[in-house]
């Protein structure tokens, strides 16, 4: 079964730093692009960033939000994806989800959707 | 970054009720949009990429439309499991940019 599961959220003070990791089974984590995604309570959801695979040089993308603040790394041969987050604010408290974003190829041409998403860990940031 | 504009936000209807949901891009995204479910507690579900291409497993009851800046999610015929909120996504370019949410209601 395909899976993920995210771990490390937790309550920190304005100004520190936490990292979240996620553990991914049932697939080939190496070949796939992985992404975090936030949600802070009551809102919608906010891409956070992505990582691509070693084919593409393990490259990142940011959201303007977090650029500078996080980094998103992975360490293919423990199936795990992490993003460490620093300089955390009030805006930053979030249910954070990582998922997995596939190459797909419709029609000729190749998207990356988020497919397959854990349950979410929970940063709290409050002094 | 690319904006994306989600309305309503909110609606109410009925199970069997025909719901169009639209999401409407701030430049011309292609046909790069995605669409997701998700309920209270729980992680987002794919349901359309590609704009229009259904994900395996999903009902045909839902079907996905538009291109350029305009896009549509419609559920055919609303049934008891489909009451969630539900997001579009551009994926044209960086960084990836969600649509506000359309919470779906039982009227």
């Known amino acids: 079964e395909v899976q993920l599961g995210e771990s490390g959220g937790n309550l920190v003070q304005p100004g520190g730093s936490l990292r979240l990791s996620c553990a991914a089974s049932?697939?080939?984590?190496?070949?796939?692009?992985m992404d975090w995604v936030r949600q802070a309570p009551g809102k919608g959801l906010e891409w956070v960033g992505r990582i691509r695979n070693k084919a593409n040089s393990y490259t990142t993308e940011y959201a303007a939000s977090v650029k500078g603040r996080f980094t998103i790394s992975r360490d293919d041969s423990k199936n795990s994806l992490y993003l460490q987050m620093s300089s955390l604010q009030t805006e930053d408290t979030a249910v954070y989800y990582c998922?997995?974003?596939?190459?797909?190829?419709?029609?000729?041409?190749?998207?990356?959707?988020?497919?397959?998403w854990g349950k979410g860990t929970t940063v709290t940031v409050s002094s | 970054a690319i904006q994306m504009t989600q309305s309503p936000s909110s609606l109410s209807a009925s199970v069997g009720d025909r719901v169009t949901i639209t999401c409407r891009a701030s430049?011309?995204?292609?046909?790069?949009l995605g669409w997701y479910q998700q309920k209270p507690g729980k992680a987002p579900k794919l349901l359309i990429s590609a704009a229009s291409s259904l994900q395996g497993g999903v009902p045909s009851r839902f079907s996905g439309s538009g291109s350029g800046t305009d896009f549509t999610l419609t559920i055919s015929s609303l049934q008891p499991e489909d009451f969630a909120t539900y997001y579009c996504l551009q994926d044209f370019n960086y960084p990836l940019t969600f649509g506000g949410g359309t919470k779906v209601d039982i009227k």
């Open positions: 430049q011309d995204i292609r046909n790069d």
């Open positions: 049932g697939f080939i984590f190496s070949d796939h692009y």
């Open positions: 998922a997995r974003a596939p190459r797909m190829a419709v029609a000729g041409i190749v998207y990356y959707y988020m497919d397959v």
